[in-house]
């Protein structure tokens, strides 16, 4: 028995066919598939239902026996006008069946291999009970998912017995760019007018491509390197099955490693599309493993940077209060100092004196802001500015909008020692791109309720985001870009007055 596809193979085998993705192709847009899926009725007998062609073959046609038994449903379908796939472009070698389940996934039901006079039939099981059928064009016979080549599609009679369900199948599961339109070069290729062959030769060059793209496809995703043990074992059985065609061992032993060995490269295409996800979660983690520890890194800078001010500070107060006690303790002089010697110089006059001409009396607002600020201070970190008393929530406490467990408890301890005090609250997000203000937003909002679940007033806190409007560093490096990436609470009140601990005011006169 004759025919066309018989020739293409033979073309194929003179290396008419290309590794996939080597030659200049273009796209072919197909449009979503509406499948009238079929909950066929239950061990109710055999039902009917018909094949129509689509826009890509628009003269095929057919129809399948439908019968729902115990545990399976059993599908006797009988297919015409299967003309070459290879109109398609020149990976697609075979048509598959497909049973589409109505939330849209994909079961492969088998190959289907027409004949002499592009009629083909199959008798195949699935264990779905509610599905709608379609014919695809594919690279190779053991698929996972259907490619956008659709040819055929169910349609439901009104004789059909089952209930209807009114769907919308997607059959393009699998990402653009798998699968690709060449029409210009197919029609070349079909019109190239090469050799026939047997209808056994065909069958056993169309399982051996079938391997071959199978194989092709694998090592677009890195499978020799990323599923090297099931690679090469794929690419053993295809050089087995191509050796037993050259010794004419038979159709039934060549078929059978070419097929295995086509299983095989899915398989290891599957993996590697497995392992090469995992590796990218891998980096990922890293990527933020090494970004949450210069996070910690510069914490712990800043955490330094401060405690070396507040000892600078504290020096400060304490040689200002002994430079007070001198003076203090100086005699009273009776009168104004005589003035200068005439036409001493300007440079030899004695020299002016700094001295503090008061201190402030420490009243209740520095009392209680003091004691807030050691009382937080011994929870988190805790500033004490022009602003008021600001605790930070850094971006390492968030998952996303969401508050870590510790945070949450950090922020009820907070809550606790502010809630009696009468303090307003400002809830300020910030994050370090302006894309992200929403973020800002949602992090606010999230810290605004765990104050209140902590016992503070609704209506003593105010939350907003302030977008990447106030960094507080640059964001050329990642850890600038963490330290941006935070909440800011700002407590503040007449109750603890407007001035920080650490602000006194001084005069300057002479001594």
């Known amino acids: ?164 369900e009114p769907i919308i199948a997607k059959a393009e599961l699998l990402p653009r760019g798998h699968y690709l339109l060449d029409k210009q070069i197919s029609q070349e290729l079909l019109n190239s007018g090469g050799p026939k062959v047997s209808m056994s030769e065909y069958e056993q060059l169309s399982q051996i491509y079938q391997a071959q793209n199978a194989l092709n496809l694998a090592r677009t995703v890195n499978a020799d390197t990323l599923a090297p043990d099931t690679f090469a074992k794929a690419q053993q059985l295809l050089d087995d099955a191509q050796q037993k065609r050259i010794a004419k061992a038979g159709t039934s032993f060549v078929v059978q490693s070419a097929r295995e060995a086509a299983q095989t490269a899915d398989d290891a295409r599957v993996i590697a599309l497995k392992r090469a996800q995992e590796q990218k979660v891998a980096s990922a983690e890293q990527r933020v493993a090494a970004a949450e520890q210069s996070a910690r890194q510069a914490r712990a800078e800043a955490d330094a940077a401060i405690a070396q001010a507040s000892a600078e500070r504290e020096a400060r107060v304490r040689a200002e209060s002994g430079a007070a006690e001198i003076v203090a303790a100086e005699p009273a002089r009776p009168g104004p100092p005589p003035p200068p010697p005439a036409g001493l110089p300007p440079a030899e006059l004695p020299p002016a004196a700094v001295r503090r001409e008061a201190q402030d009396a420490v009243g209740p607002q520095t009392q209680l802001r003091a004691r807030l600020l050691g009382q937080l201070q011994h929870v988190t970190e805790t500033r004490d500015t022009p602003r008021g008393l600001v605790v930070v929530v850094p971006d390492a406490d968030f998952s996303g909008a969401n508050l870590s467990a510790g945070a949450l408890g950090i922020l009820s301890r907070v809550a606790q020692i502010v809630a009696a005090s009468g303090l307003q609250v400002t809830v300020e997000g910030n994050v370090d791109s302006i894309a992200a203000e929403a973020l800002s937003w949602k992090r606010a909002e999230s810290v605004r309720d765990a104050l209140v679940n902590g016992g503070l007033r609704m209506n003593s806190i105010a939350a907003r985001g302030l977008g990447n409007t106030r960094p507080t560093t640059s964001n050329a490096t990642e850890v600038g870009r963490v330290a941006n990436r935070r909440v800011e609470l700002v407590f503040s009140g007449g109750q603890i007055g407007d001035s920080p601990l650490w602000d006194r005011p001084y005069s300057v006169s002479s001594r």
């Open 1 to 164: 028995m004759k025919r066309n596809c018989m020739r293409i193979a033979l073309a194929l085998m003179c290396g008419a066919l290309p590794l996939l993705g080597q030659v200049p192709i273009y796209r072919v847009t197909v449009v979503e598939h509406s499948l009238q899926a079929v909950n066929y009725q239950y061990r109710s007998g055999p039902t009917e239902i018909d094949f129509r062609g689509t826009v890509l073959l628009g003269k095929a046609k057919g129809h399948a026996t439908v019968e729902s038994h115990r545990g399976r449903t059993e599908i006797d379908a009988k297919l015409q006008g299967l003309t070459s796939p290879q109109q398609f472009g020149k990976e697609y070698l075979t048509y598959v069946l497909w049973a589409i389940s109505p939330e849209g996934a994909a079961h492969n039901l088998g190959e289907v291999v027409s004949n002499g006079a592009d009629n083909a039939s199959l008798r195949v099981t699935t264990e779905l009970q509610a599905f709608g059928l379609l014919v695809t064009a594919e690279p190779y016979a053991t698929v996972r998912q259907p490619s956008d080549v659709v040819v055929l599609e169910n349609q439901v009679r009104p004789e059909t017995i089952g209930k209807m």
